[in-house]
């Protein structure tokens, strides 16, 4: 069975500075998908990024990238220039058949002004 | 236009009651899902139908069962309410292609309160 681990249940950063949220993962499968989601105080869940496991180069959206270490199994998120709308729930998730998500607990990050 | 839409949004019930929530998506996708978010906000697979077939059934109890008439809805029936399904449910859709994974969408939740 596949497990996902977020470390950080909360963190904090100022705004427009940049902050790196983690993620473990542990699996036996070869090939996989990774996902970052995003939860609002709204409850809607947003894809963030995503990264195939095969590629080795770390996907990037604007100001959301990953830094995906295959080996080590981790797979955290930066924010840069973190805006006061990125304060939401952040969840980690990992999908080996594309018929289920498998979610870490979530991590809270709340940007300050 | 919404890409997946569930009705309603909030459930408010008595323990004991029967209650379904619906779920569409127009985004062509083959596969659907439903997730239960519980109060410390874990999410956690309950069901996922591709082609209209049931694929993923996640110890959940029979008290909960879903239905699925055609690809682009996913219904889930609740019976019997108990306290302890109070939670947020999601429904996502995406497409499916075997061994392989693709994005899911999710739709809105639906908080349900049983009291």
């Known amino acids: 069975a596949q497990t996902v681990t977020q470390s950080q249940p909360e963190m904090s950063v100022q705004e427009a500075e940049t902050v790196t949220l983690s993620c473990t993962y542990d699996t036996s499968e070869s090939n996989y998908y990774l996902f970052w989601y995003k939860q609002p105080p709204s409850r809607q869940m947003i894809l963030v990024i995503r990264q195939e496991a095969y590629k080795q180069q770390n996907a990037t959206e604007n100001r959301f990238s990953v830094n995906f270490q295959k080996a080590a199994k981790s797979f955290s998120l930066k924010i840069s220039d973190s805006q006061l709308g990125d304060t939401a729930m952040y969840f980690c998730a990992f999908d080996a058949s594309g018929s289920r998500l498998t979610f870490g607990e979530g991590t809270q990050l709340t940007v300050n002004p | 236009d919404t890409a997946v839409s569930q009705t309603p949004k909030y459930l408010v019930t008595q323990m004991g009651n029967d209650k379904s929530i619906k779920c569409e998506q127009n985004?062509?996708?083959?596969?659907m899902y439903w997730y239960k978010q519980d109060s410390k906000k874990f999410l956690k697979i309950m069901f996922s139908y591709n082609n209209k077939e049931l694929i993923i059934n996640e110890t959940v109890p029979n008290r909960f069962s879903p239905k699925s008439p055609d690809k682009a809805h996913l219904n889930l029936h609740i019976n019997s309410l108990e306290l302890g399904d109070s939670a947020v449910y999601f429904c996502?859709?995406?497409?499916?292609?075997?061994?392989?994974?693709?994005?899911?969408?999710f739709g809105p939740g639906t908080r349900l309160t049983v009291l």
């Open positions: 985004l062509g996708h083959d596969t």
């Open positions: 996502a859709s995406s497409h499916r292609r075997a061994g392989d994974a693709d994005t899911q969408y």
